[in-house]
């Protein structure tokens, strides 16, 4: 029969690993599922990410790929993966799909969303889930509505990068960023063909500085311009970040 190649699609709490990539430190997301495609097919499998997410970083949409001797039905890999992995990792969708597709380097874009919890008191049933901020009457959601509007569009977006980072190229295409606000949690959700490290995490902390008036909407252009991460806002924490979803056809 030959090798095969199966794609997942994986939902996950990223609370308690240290990132998707298998790592010394601590347990990860792709060693989890690697460890359970051991017991399942006897094989050493290795399997590819669409991309990294950090520690605590969750995701509903996380896209993998792995070749395979097995057998077993490319649908019925979710069945069997979701009997044998923690119940902080669920495979929603597993398929057979052609030897040359690759889950990061066949994606065209990516989808985020960053959860906000605006109130008095934090909440004990989202500590994990969502950055707690008390600007209650201070935050303006249209300020950062407005300030959201310059991000979009073709940028080098080296002032929203964590620092240190190897990557040579910062050019990055925003399509979208929408923010919708409910009762306390505001949710941000950013739509581009590809994000560097920690991008969402500081574009989110540099919008929610313009809703406290920290820094001008206005200004928001001739910040990305300046290439400067000491203009830009805070890096926002890991526990609010969601992989919503990849994209393999233009967004």
Not at 208 to 227: F, M, N, R, V
Request: proline share 3%; net charge neutral; hydrophobic share 35%.
């Amino acid at each position: 029969m030959g090798m095969r190649n199966i794609k997942l699609i994986i939902e996950y709490d990223g609370t308690n690993y240290c990132g998707w990539q298998t790592q010394k430190n601590g347990p990860s997301i792709q060693a989890e599922i690697e460890k359970s495609l051991e017991k399942l097919t006897g094989e050493a499998v290795r399997i590819h990410g669409s991309g990294r997410t950090d520690a605590g970083v969750h995701a509903r949409g996380q896209v993998a790929n792995f070749m395979t001797d097995s057998t077993i039905p490319g649908d019925k890999f979710s069945y069997a993966l979701n009997n044998l992995l923690p119940r902080d990792i669920v495979i929603k969708d597993s398929t057979e799909v052609s030897p040359d597709f690759h889950a990061r380097f066949c994606a065209v874009g990516k989808k985020y969303s960053y959860l906000v919890l605006n109130s008095r008191f934090p909440t004990a049933l989202l500590r994990n889930y969502a950055y707690h901020i008390n600007y209650c009457e201070r935050l303006d959601i249209e300020k950062i509505k407005k300030a959201a509007e310059a991000f979009i569009g073709t940028h080098d977006f080296s002032g929203f990068m964590a620092a240190g980072s190897k990557i040579t190229d910062a050019v990055r295409t925003i399509y979208d960023i929408s923010v919708e606000n409910e009762k306390n949690l505001i949710c941000i959700s950013y739509k581009a063909n590809g994000f560097l490290y920690n991008m969402v995490r500081i574009i989110t902390g540099t919008l929610l500085y313009t809703g406290i008036d920290k820094i001008c909407p206005e200004d928001i252009k001739d910040i990305i311009l300046s290439k400067d991460r000491e203009r830009a806002g805070i890096t926002a924490p890991a526990c609010g970040l969601y992989l919503e979803e990849v994209y393999y056809d233009f967004p």
